[in-house]
């Protein structure tokens, strides 16, 4: 796929119907979200787990790209092929969390800097000869008493901003994420206001580093309300994010590709495709890069055993052509097995 431009790339991870699915836990998420599940933490459980997402049979339908983490993409399957050259194989294009997690903000506890900047152009040539062709780099802020300051969404995004510089350089397609969380008790009018801030400044210091956006994806949370707030509707949720996109988000945007956060399955679907509904006129492709979103019935499925693994494919599949729907716009519930 070395021949293919950034931007011919990022149009392929946001092919019509297809998204991406995020298998780019750390090593200690996965291990926490396996042991929840009643599944032994190891490297072994870590590959099973994410073959069973690979080679679940026709996955390639709904799944543009596969979002790895640096265990993961030196993985083999089963039959022995690396599963950066599994995905490929099958025409999904294999991807790569960069950033090393966050740390404390300086001066605001509370608030979190990502980091892994230092030696990350080395870490993206090597990625680059495993096969990957995107990266993603995930920024974190929180809504709360007094935050997310200036300074940490400025930080943040000029740490993004040097990040998306750096894989563009080395021939890989970036996706920015600035996550605005949904954790607290927030309205969705607070979480349009610090979204639109966010935004506004990652693409104000894009713009600064000279990224080409026509080749690159943002991924975003969806301008929603909060875990211990009050719900309100997909169309509410669909109109906010519209919104806000249309008034900070620069049109040469490849493609916005959400996280599903602290949603259900079936929330996020739902959202995605009122979405897609409402932003039919806006100039970027919608799609789904997610993670929970996509995994969550079939490890609780799997439970850690071989005997398990095709009721979980299966489980994995149905939400994957669902979420496809949805990034059409022609989701419709009564399609969800009970
Ligand atoms: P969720 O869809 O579970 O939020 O994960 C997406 C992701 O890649 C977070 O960085």
Same mark, same amino acid.
């Given at each position: 796929?070395?021949?293919?431009?950034? #931007? !011919?790339?990022?149009?392929?991870?946001?092919?019509?119907?297809?998204?991406?699915?995020? &298998?780019?836990?750390?090593? /200690?998420?996965?291990?926490?979200?396996?042991?929840?599940?009643?599944?032994?933490?190891?490297?072994?459980?870590?590959?099973?787990? =994410?073959?069973?997402?690979?080679?679940?049979? @026709?996955?390639?339908?709904?799944?543009?790209?596969?979002?790895?983490?640096?265990?993961?993409?030196?993985?083999?399957?089963?039959?022995?092929?690396?599963?950066?050259? +599994? +995905?490929?194989?099958?025409?999904?294009?294999?991807?790569?969390?960069?950033?090393?997690?966050?740390?404390?903000?300086?001066?605001?506890?509370?608030?979190?800097?990502?980091?892994?900047?230092?030696?990350?152009?080395?870490?993206?040539?090597?990625?680059?000869?495993?096969?990957? $062709?995107?990266?993603?780099? $995930?920024?974190?802020?929180?809504?709360?008493?007094?935050?997310? /300051?200036? %300074?940490?969404? $400025?930080?943040?995004? *000029?740490?993004? &901003?040097?990040?998306?510089?750096?894989? *563009?350089?080395?021939?890989?397609?970036?996706?920015?994420?600035?996550?605005?969380?949904?954790? @607290? %008790?927030?309205?969705?009018?607070?979480?349009?206001?610090?979204?639109?801030?966010?935004? #506004? !400044?990652?693409?104000?210091?894009?713009?600064?580093?000279?990224?080409?956006?026509?080749?690159?994806?943002?991924?975003?949370?969806?301008?929603?309300?909060?875990?211990?707030?009050?719900?309100?509707?997909?169309?509410?949720? &669909?109109?906010?994010?519209?919104?806000?996109?249309?008034?900070?988000?620069?049109?040469?945007?490849?493609?916005?590709?959400?996280?599903?956060?602290?949603?259900?399955?079936?929330?996020?679907? *739902?959202?995605? %495709?009122?979405?897609?509904?409402?932003?039919?006129?806006?100039?970027? =492709?919608?799609?789904?890069?997610?993670? $929970?979103?996509? *995994?969550?019935?079939?490890?609780?499925?799997?439970?850690?055993?071989?005997?398990? !693994?095709?009721?979980?494919?299966?489980?994995?599949? %149905? =939400?994957?052509?669902?979420?496809?729907?949805?990034?059409?716009?022609?989701?419709?519930?009564?399609?969800?097995?009970?």
């Amino acid at each position: 796929m070395s021949e293919l431009s950034l #931007a !011919v790339i990022a149009k392929l991870l946001v092919t019509p119907g297809k998204g991406i699915l995020a &298998a780019d836990e750390s090593t /200690t998420s996965i291990g926490k979200k396996l042991i929840k599940a009643g599944v032994q933490d190891s490297v072994e459980n870590h590959r099973l787990y =994410r073959e069973l997402f690979f080679t679940a049979p @026709g996955m390639e339908d709904y799944i543009s790209g596969v979002i790895m983490y640096d265990e993961t993409i030196r993985q083999i399957a089963d039959d022995g092929t690396p599963f950066p050259k +599994l +995905l490929s194989g099958l025409g999904v294009i294999p991807g790569i969390k960069v950033d090393l997690g966050v740390k404390e903000l300086d001066g605001s506890p509370q608030e979190k800097i990502t980091i892994g900047l230092e030696g990350l152009d080395e870490r993206l040539k090597e990625y680059y000869t495993l096969g990957s $062709r995107f990266a993603k780099w $995930r920024a974190v802020i929180t809504i709360g008493e007094g935050i997310p /300051t200036d %300074n940490c969404i $400025r930080l943040n995004m *000029q740490t993004l &901003a040097k990040y998306a510089k750096l894989c *563009q350089l080395n021939q890989i397609v970036p996706i920015v994420e600035p996550e605005v969380l949904m954790d @607290g %008790n927030h309205t969705i009018q607070q979480c349009y206001e610090v979204t639109k801030k966010t935004l #506004a !400044v990652l693409f104000e210091e894009l713009k600064l580093a000279e990224v080409d956006l026509s080749g690159l994806l943002l991924k975003p949370n969806m301008v929603i309300y909060s875990l211990e707030g009050d719900k309100v509707s997909s169309l509410a949720v &669909a109109e906010q994010t519209i919104k806000c996109f249309e008034e900070v988000v620069p049109k040469e945007v490849a493609g916005i590709v959400f996280l599903s956060g602290g949603q259900s399955e079936v929330e996020a679907c *739902q959202n995605l %495709n009122e979405i897609v509904k409402q932003g039919k006129h806006a100039p970027w =492709r919608f799609t789904y890069s997610f993670g $929970r979103g996509l *995994q969550n019935s079939a490890l609780a499925v799997w439970a850690g055993k071989a005997e398990n !693994v095709e009721k979980a494919q299966e489980a994995f599949l %149905n =939400r994957a052509s669902l979420d496809s729907a949805a990034s059409l716009g022609e989701y419709d519930s009564s399609l969800e097995i009970a």
